[in-house]
T-cell receptor, first 115, second 116 residues
């Protein structure tokens, strides 16, 4: 069964606007972690943000924030003030059970920022 | 620039060839990983090394053989590959396995492999 679902088609975003990338997950664990990674065309996966299942505050890292709705099992990424360099593939991932050492990735969202 | 260096960036090999992918990090990390990523797909975990010992093998075919000769280096030896093995092979490292659990995973830019 798919554990991470990212269903949005490719997105075009105007520079300086905000964009929200949807991610829903499926787990029966109480302790888990949610991550967002960015993959530009160069291929490197870049870690953006992390949310632990017990964290009460939504995670923020600069222009990135994670809208964590535990009851709905969603972990949407919000990128504020988009920049041209934000054009990339974005992957949501989950680590079940601390110590599992495995990440389950979603299929990704393609984002293109236009000037 | 990424602090995880992978060579070569591109590799074309025949099904009878033997080749190796190399990964190097100098961040003092003690956990290193190999992922495989097919085009337009998410990365899939292949192997995890912790303190130079193999910790996880995700049932990868034996034609892929990992090696961790020291804490800075991770190799992936390739032999008798199939065309369907063509993919981007990503190496990653983390301070230790615990750090990975909070996302502190650093990836290289990958080695793009084509098997003819």
């Amino acid at each position: 069964a798919q554990k991470i679902t990212q269903t949005q088609p490719g997105m075009f975003v105007q520079e300086k606007e905000a964009v929200t990338l949807d991610c829903t997950y499926d787990t029966s664990d109480q302790s888990y972690g949610l991550f967002w990674y960015k993959q530009p065309s160069s291929g490197e996966m870049i870690f953006l943000i992390y949310q632990g299942s017990y964290d009460e505050q939504n995670a923020t890292e600069g222009r990135y924030s994670l809208n964590f709705q535990k009851a709905r099992k969603s972990a949407n990424l919000v990128i504020s003030a988009s920049q041209l360099g934000d054009s990339a593939m974005y992957f949501c991932a989950m680590r079940e059970a601390y110590g599992n050492n495995r990440l389950a990735f979603g299929k990704g969202n393609q984002v293109v920022v236009i000037p | 620039d990424t602090e995880v260096t992978q060579t070569p960036k591109h590799l074309v090999m025949g099904m009878t060839n033997k080749k190796s992918l190399k990964c190097e990090q100098h961040m003092g990390h003690r956990a290193m990983y190999w992922y495989k990523q097919k085009a337009k797909k998410p990365p899939e975990l292949m192997f995890v090394y912790s303190y130079e010992k193999l910790s996880i093998n995700e049932s990868v075919p034996s034609r892929f053989s990992p090696e961790c000769p020291n804490s800075s280096l991770l190799n992936l030896h390739l032999h008798a590959l199939q065309p369907e093995d063509s993919a981007l092979y990503l190496c990653a490292s983390s301070r230790d396995l615990a750090a990975m659990n909070t996302g502190e995973l650093f990836f290289g830019e990958g080695s793009r492999l084509t098997v003819l």
